[in-house]
């Protein structure tokens, strides 16, 4: 068990109890286990009991540091040939992102923003040899929130899209309330905007200043860039993945090879998890990695986290339900983690209420409309206004359309726009499962001057993807033809 005052139990509610365990411990231990032997045989026992290709991505990334650990010695091993070439692949991949990343990245530090790598990009700028080992189908990057901006208007320009869907108009007025945002680019890219270190709910703003004060210089792919402190990282992967039930637990790979480099400053990093509320979460990391891996993580840094946790309160159970694999979800716990996990998101969202208001017309639908034309059916459209509301005076604006619905719940989705402009987003939750004709209202209020164009309504995916190569995954998120039926434009009341 771990060193401290006090024995770390595997009962609930201590944090033994959210260790990683079963398949999950073991491919850790072949990953992390200062002694080969034992970590191979772990290694060869995880392989002997699970089919590689019957296996979820989270453990290919560990498969892919157990391969590069071991390399030939697996070679007896019937699964070595699939071990190899999914090491293989996924390095490839990697590669690849990291390829179409770069002249995005390259044009954000020529635009005068410099960036922080986070995460896998961060571990592979400070040791260029954990690329065959450390999965990096995304590359993390940081800027100042004074860049953020500058980056965004780099990947626009660079055609990357958004993957939640909602147009650059509607994105850009609203960066500031942002935390972070995926961006998708031909068959690999795939960049994650972040001006904040950490989530919301973690948020502090002297330590924001701090973590770039503490990085350090590196290089990624010839470029300079900035990565966190080894204290930064190891707090930083806590943060981004101990509440995570291990969706993936390179973070905790990532954590280890970080304090065997011996190069962490322990007050900082005890200070930074004080102010961002990660004492649990990093209770639980810190723990299992000393007793179960033997990473030396000194004693007194474990006293005082843990007893740091020990005082969490209430927040201390929500915490542990929430660090706890998911794999090793019963019911009764799924519940209560999605529960805990649902306060963590309200607290985000109270945080978050500086953000831009987003004006929202919702729909009804209408009886359907005459007869119209086959093709007149567009992804967007432009719309006519008259020339009297052109010296800012508030109009209210009814907008018909028609569309084919497709035969399954989802959302529709539409966004009103001037130019740059952003003026609403149009919204319709279909409950129904049936398809077909289905004619729409939405009205609402603008003000026709702040349009710097044409004012045009668009169609929008809800859930932005890389390839809309399956016909579901259209019908279910995809954006939804529409033909404008009428819009009606009078004095706003």
């Given at each position: ?9 595997r ?23 200062p ?15 699970n ?13 892919a540091?157990?391969?590069d ?9 019937p ?13 490839t991949?990697?590669?690849?992102a ?7 990245l ?11 790598l ?15 080992g450390r999965v ?48 998708f680019?031909?068959?690999y ?17 002297a ?37 995570d039930?291990?969706?993936?637990s390179?973070?905790l ?13 322990w ?9 961002r ?6 209770a ?15 004693s007194?840094v474990?006293?005082r986290?843990?007893a ?10 929500g ?8 794999t090793?979800?019963k ?20 945080l ?7 004006v ?8 359907l ?7 007149g ?12 509301f052109?010296?800012?005076e ?22 009103l ?8 987003r ?9 398809g ?13 001057a702040?349009?710097?164009g044409?004012l ?8 932005q ?13 995809g954006?939804v033809p529409?033909q ?6 009078s004095?706003?009341?």
């Amino acid at each position: 068990m771990a060193t401290t005052t006090r024995r770390i139990g595997r009962r609930f509610p201590d944090y033994g109890w959210a260790w990683p365990t079963n398949g999950l411990d073991r491919l850790l231990k072949a990953v992390l286990l200062p002694d080969q032997i034992a970590a191979q045989a772990q290694a060869s026992k995880w392989l002997d009991a699970n089919d590689i290709d019957a296996v979820e991505f989270r453990e290919h990334r560990l498969l892919a540091a157990i391969a590069d650990r071991f390399g030939k010695a697996l070679a007896a091993h019937p699964a070595y040939p699939r071990l190899a070439g999914l090491q293989k692949m996924l390095w490839t991949k990697s590669r690849l992102a990291m390829r179409e990343a770069e002249p995005a990245l390259k044009a954000m530090v020529g635009a005068g923003a410099p960036i922080m790598l986070l995460k896998g990009a961060s571990r592979i700028a400070v040791e260029p040899a954990a690329q065959r080992g450390r999965v990096a189908h995304d590359i993390d990057i940081l800027v100042r929130p004074e860049h953020m901006a500058v980056a965004f208007d780099v990947l626009r320009q660079r055609d990357w899209k958004v993957s939640t869907g909602v147009s650059p108009q509607y994105l850009r007025p609203r960066l500031g309330a942002v935390r972070s945002m995926n961006f998708f680019m031909g068959s690999y890219g795939d960049i994650d905007l972040h001006q904040a270190a950490y989530d919301w709910s973690q948020a502090d703003d002297a330590d924001d200043e701090a973590v770039w004060r503490r990085a350090l210089p590196a290089t990624f792919s010839g470029l300079d860039v900035l990565v966190p402190s080894a204290a930064d990282r190891v707090a930083l992967a806590i943060g981004h993945g101990g509440l995570d039930a291990h969706t993936h637990s390179d973070w905790l790979v990532d954590s280890a090879v970080a304090i065997r480099a011996c190069d962490i400053d322990w007050a900082v990093f005890c200070e930074v998890i004080a102010r961002r509320h990660l004492a649990v979460p990093a209770a639980v990391a810190l723990t299992y990695l000393e007793a179960e891996m033997s990473v030396p993580v000194p004693s007194d840094v474990l006293e005082r986290i843990v007893a740091m946790a020990d005082r969490a309160g209430a927040s201390r159970i929500g915490s542990l339900l929430q660090a706890k694999p998911r794999t090793d979800f019963k019911g009764l716990t799924w519940l209560s983690r999605g529960v805990a996990k649902q306060l963590r998101m309200r607290k985000k969202r109270a945080l978050r209420e500086r953000e831009l208001p987003g004006v929202e017309w919702h729909g009804r639908r209408a009886a359907l409309s005459a007869e119209v034309m086959p093709d007149g059916f567009a992804l967007s459209q432009r719309l006519q206004v008259p020339r009297q509301f052109a010296s800012g005076e508030a109009a209210e604006i009814e907008i018909v359309v028609r569309l084919d619905a497709p035969p399954m719940r989802r959302r529709i989705e539409m966004e009103l726009n001037g130019g740059e402009h952003h003026f609403a987003r149009l919204r319709y939750r279909k409950l129904g499962k049936s398809g077909g004709a289905m004619t729409l209202r939405f009205r609402g209020t603008i003000r026709p001057a702040e349009a710097d164009g044409d004012l045009t309504l668009a169609a929008r995916p809800s859930r932005q993807f890389r390839d809309w190569e399956h016909e579901r995954t259209v019908a279910t998120y995809g954006a939804v033809p529409f033909q404008v039926v009428s819009v009606k434009v009078s004095p706003a009341p």
